[in-house]
């Protein structure tokens, strides 16, 4: 198998002057690059830039996929959307880390599966463009990615044993598309987060209405009105909305489980005994339909048996007449004719019967090797 990476970078809030493009285009020749995005596909060689320098200076989100189970993802928000120490308290490892950097914060998801397990084909094009809207949940203060990236260094066995969660965010049970996505493209242990999920509270944020709008509109300063349309006139405002959304939801902390929150070990515990208790079930269901197609099979064959018993002495005549063919073919659908006749004997007890008519059958044609070879497998022996 041929080796496979895959590079994708994004400019969300702002696209890049030509000064940046010049820079970045300096470091690949083969990429696609426009003033928003840059891939770029090697199968083989590697990309000489640096994403994380990248991510501080030009660009809003990254995506890195290789063939041999390497999955990484950075995004950046401004510093006033998203907490360095809030994000650090989720992600504070090798797998998920959080830095700052002029201004802005950069969160880095990072999987690395040594023993080969997802070595494939599968491409990178496409999952930046299904996880990249949890970006914008991150900025309006939904904290289930960095959530993830927690558990992801659980996963990833970086955290003690007794190190407490940090606090579980409302609606991890029921993760939308773009979090789905992200779930599965670093492939997050299913049973790991169905139990940290025990502890989310179910909150369902509602848009404002237009009313609700304009009365919290009126209550603002005038002051402050003009600070955040001269932000608008600047073209300084790609996160404006957010920021008032945030403001006017004035979103609530995420729970924390009574009693002072789990510890990595007992998340691991409970993990580890649903995988069982789902392994047992499947298990299970295996085996009842494995009986069920055993059934099935059974009535399948005592209904063919039954039609068979019915012809009477035709299917004799056929294998007769099938070997005289003299064609290796049809001596094969004679030898599986005689093992539907042999075990219609032994359903009927006539066994004896059916060995003297095999006995006839290996003298008549006694020069027929092909046929006899097929018999003696079949151990249809006189």
Known sequence: ?????????????????????RKVRALSTRAEITPTSFVNVYHFGSFRG??????????????????WGTYRLMTRLPADLLDLATAQRYCATDSSSAWSHGGNVIVDLYRNFEDGDYWGDEGGEGHLASIISARAQLAAGDLRMLYLGWLLSVEGDELDDDEPEPPVPPNLSVLNGPLRSLVEFLRLDEDLLAVAAEASLRQHATQPSEAQWASWVATLPAAEKDALLLRVVRDDAAHLRTELLRRFHRQPEPVTVAGGGRT????RAAAQARSQERER???????????????????????????????????????????????TREYDAAVALLGDLRELSQR???????????????????????????????????
């Open 264 to 267: 990595v070990a007992q998340l």
């Open 348 to 382: 009927q007890g006539r066994t004896d019967e059916f060995t003297q008519r095999v006995r006839q059958l290996r003298q008549q044609y006694a020069r027929r090797p092909g046929l006899l070879d097929r018999l003696n497998h079949a151990e249809l022996t006189s």
């Open 1 to 21: 198998m041929s080796e496979y990476q895959y590079y994708e970078f994004l400019a969300i809030d702002r696209p890049l002057d030509p000064d940046q493009l």
């Open 50 to 67: 640096d994403p994380r320098r990248l991510m501080e200076e030009y660009y809003d989100a990254f995506l890195y996929s290789a063939n």
């Open 281 to 327: 079930l499947a298990a299970q269901q295996r085996e009842r339909e494995r009986l069920q197609r055993e059934r099935e099979e059974a009535a399948a064959r005592t209904r063919q048996l039954d039609a068979l018993e019915q012809q009477g002495e035709q299917p004799w005549r056929r294998v007769t007449s099938l070997i005289d063919t003299k064609q």
